[in-house]
């Protein structure tokens, strides 16, 4: 499976919504690094790298883009659009995201702290990586 798609709980009422992500049940991960991203142009293809160990949970908390994950064999597109799901990648599955709308906020919650040595950068590598 390339990835996993998470329902958050919704509280909220008239006055408006809440999502709290918390280490449970409905989260993979202790998380140790978010980010977010924004202001992207439309057709910019971003990402195009796997990790060897980390995980990541992508939510687009405004806007819509779309991630292209692929485990070597399987390439699947998903489309983010409501800020109440996460896409859940795991390791080693190379991910591309692009599509941008123009209010589209990508906040991305990670399972390790920043390391250039866990990313694989080029396409090849990753492939050869995969084969042992």
């Known amino acids: 499976?390339?990835?996993n798609i998470i329902d958050f709980e919704v509280c909220g009422d008239h006055s408006?919504?809440?999502v709290a992500l918390e280490?449970?049940?409905?989260?993979?991960?202790?998380?140790?690094r978010?980010?977010?991203?924004w202001q992207t142009d439309r057709d910019v293809v971003r990402g195009k790298h796997a990790h060897r160990a980390l995980e990541q949970v992508i939510v687009c908390v405004s806007g819509s883009c779309d991630f292209i994950l692929d485990d070597g064999a399987t390439r699947q597109c998903i489309s983010l659009t409501t800020p109440v799901q996460g896409l859940h990648i795991k390791s080693r599955i190379w991910r591309?995201?692009?599509?941008?709308?123009?209010d589209c906020v990508v906040m991305v919650?990670?399972?390790?702290?920043?390391?250039e040595a866990d990313y694989i950068r080029d396409y090849d590598v990753f492939l050869k990586e995969l084969k042992g």
């Open 109 to 115: 919650l990670a399972s390790e702290h920043y390391d």
């Open 34 to 37: 978010v980010y977010y991203i």
């Open 96 to 102: 591309e995201f692009t599509n941008f709308s123009e």
């Open 16 to 18: 408006g919504k809440l």
């Open 23 to 32: 280490k449970g049940a409905e989260f993979p991960f202790d998380i140790k």
């Open 1 to 3: 499976m390339l990835y």
